[in-house]
């Protein structure tokens, strides 16, 4: 299996050694997952990969990307998530593990009393707000801390999304720079493109643990379509998912690959883009 390159790779992606994290030895560089998960007939393929990027890599700093996929009890509902600490923030790893281990289990805890239709999504993010406010002051040893002072150590984007088996229904919300997309054939965005039609594109983003009105998606999931939740990592180089980063990805992720190939695939190369990676595909 070698590398995958779509377009110009630029000199780092042949030239960067990559350093580990001396502070975090205990996290991967890189995480996979691949299996298929069943409901009413219905069959749902799983890929996720988070890679760190290869800036963390040169300089020996810890992959910031998490994300998390797994179905409610009764295996009716496929939650897929992906979060991206906030780069400025030395703990925000943190942030982005605490975000979608909290999301996953509350939505569970809410999905297990009404249907997706009804997720209280602000209500949510708040609580995962505060879930991530508390965390970060007792890790930083001060209770007093506010939500915007523990921000500037440990803060995440987020976005959850929520398949129903039974029905297709496809719901879910974002805060800042991560995205979710429906891959059917080409690429549609089922929420605002970042930077799109803008004459200045900006990396900043509104980040939890500070308050932030989410951004809902909805969709109707078809056999054979692909649900594609992304960091901004991928989802920068993707653009609108019309040009050549779209045209690769889609045509490499018209069926779900091998595991090893996925996650090769999510860290292709490309000139200038060298922030982590992450993004879970779930094919129906």
């Known amino acids: 299996m070698g590398a995958y390159v779509i377009g110009e790779p630029g000199r780092a992606f042949g030239s960067v050694v990559p350093a580990p994290d001396p502070a975090h030895w205990h996290r991967p560089d890189t995480v996979i997952d691949g299996y298929a998960v069943h409901y009413g007939g219905r069959t749902a393929h799983v890929r996720a990969a988070s890679v760190r990027g290869l ?4 300089y020996g700093k810890v992959r910031q990307d998490e994300y998390l996929v797994r179905t409610t009890d009764d295996g009716r509902y496929v939650i897929a998530a992906v979060a991206d600490g906030v780069s400025a923030g030395a703990l925000s790893h943190r942030a982005a593990c605490w975000a979608v281990r909290q999301g996953g289990d509350h939505l569970c805890d809410i999905l297990s009393t009404m249907d997706a239709p009804s997720i209280p999504w602000e209500k949510l993010f708040e609580v ?7 965390f970060g002051a007792d ?7 506010t939500a915007r002072e523990v921000a500037e150590r440990m803060a995440t984007t987020a976005s959850f999304a929520v398949l129903d088996l039974a029905t297709g229904g496809l ?3 974002s805060v800042g720079d991560t995205s979710i997309w429906l891959l059917r054939g080409g690429w549609f965005p089922l929420q605002p493109v970042k930077n799109d039609g803008a004459d ?9 643990p500070l ?39 889609a045509e490499l992720w018209r069926t779900p690959p091998p595991e090893l190939e996925f ?22």
């Open 263 to 284: 996650a090769a695939q999510v860290g292709f190369a490309r000139k200038t883009y060298d922030d982590d990676r992450t993004a879970v595909a779930v094919w129906v």
């Open 128 to 134: 995962i707000a505060a879930d991530i406010a508390d």
């Open 55 to 58: 800036s963390h890599r040169h």
């Open 200 to 208: 200045i594109h900006t990396s900043a983003v509104r980040a939890l």
């Open 171 to 173: 719901y879910g919300a």
């Open 139 to 145: 890790l930083l040893g001060d209770r007093g801390l």
């Open 211 to 249: 308050p932030a009105t989410p951004v809902l998606a909805r969709a109707d999931v078809q056999p054979g379509d692909v649900l594609v939740v992304l960091s901004d990592g991928v989802g920068d180089p993707l653009g609108d998912g019309a040009g050549e980063v779209g045209a690769a990805l």
